[in-house]
């Protein structure tokens, strides 16, 4: 069975710093992988998916990163701002056919002005 | 980004009765999901529907559990009778090629 971590489970920043949000999986066997955002009491926000056969993807400050054979994904916000603050969520796909997505517990981003 | 859109916000009600949760994408999709965040909790999956059919199914979605697309655009799911443990977000997301976009959730209490 597909277990997702995320560590940290909490972190608290300056604004203006660079930070990593890692994400590990413990079946290889995966299909995609997909950050999302989520603020308190609201839904998911995709933020950057991830195909199996990719090492990288970047929308704008973030980049994700992909190293399936270890079973570890990387977000890396840049100049992080006080808008960033939320609880950032990372989930795989099991494999083609299947697109349930297994979820980590969340790394909650504080960003302090 | 596909928009998806849940009714209601918020729901409260009473163990032993019966909820329906829906689902509205904006365009047409093909591809539903639904999944449950009990508070402090892990996202988890639910079921998947493609086609008017599920197509898979957690050990979670039980017999007190269904789903439907009555009208061809509004996507359901029913719960038919709640128990405390069923307290939880529940989202609805669509599919567009690889990527799942999710509705803002309800947030169903069972008292």
């Known amino acids: 069975k597909q277990e997702v971590t995320q560590i940290p489970a909490a972190l608290s920043v300056p604004e203006g710093e660079n930070l990593v949000l890692n994400c590990s999986f413990t079946?290889?066997?995966?299909?995609?992988l997909q950050w999302f955002r989520q603020d308190p009491g609201k839904g998911l926000t995709s933020l950057l998916l991830?195909?199996?056969?990719?090492r990288e993807q970047t929308s704008g400050r973030l980049n994700a990163s992909l190293d399936k054979s270890s079973g570890r994904s990387t977000l890396y916000i840049a100049a992080s701002q006080p808008g960033d603050s939320a609880t950032y969520l990372c989930?795989?796909?099991?494999?083609?056919?299947?697109?349930?997505?297994?979820f980590g517990k969340g790394t909650k981003l504080s960003v302090i002005p | 980004e596909p928009e998806v859109t849940q009714t209601p916000s918020h729901q409260v009600t009473q163990m032993g009765q019966e909820v329906i949760l829906r689902c509205v994408p904006i365009?047409?999709?093909?591809?539903f999901y639904w999944y449950r965040q009990i508070l402090g909790q892990k996202v988890e999956f639910l079921v998947s529907?493609?086609?008017?059919?599920?197509?898979?199914k957690s050990e979670i979605f039980d017999d007190q559990f269904s789903v439907e697309r009555p009208d061809g655009s509004n996507f359901t799911l029913k719960i038919r009778s709640t128990k405390l443990e069923d307290s939880a977000m529940y989202f609805c997301?669509?599919?567009?090629?690889?990527?799942?976009?999710f509705g803002p959730g309800t947030r169903l209490l069972v008292l």
């Open positions: 997301a669509i599919r567009t090629e690889e990527t799942q976009y």
């Open positions: 079946d290889s066997a995966i299909y995609n």
């Open positions: 991830i195909q199996s056969s990719q």
């Open positions: 989930a795989v796909a099991a494999g083609a056919g299947s697109y349930q997505l297994t």
């Open positions: 365009s047409n999709h093909l591809y």
């Open positions: 529907f493609y086609n008017n059919e599920i197509s898979e």
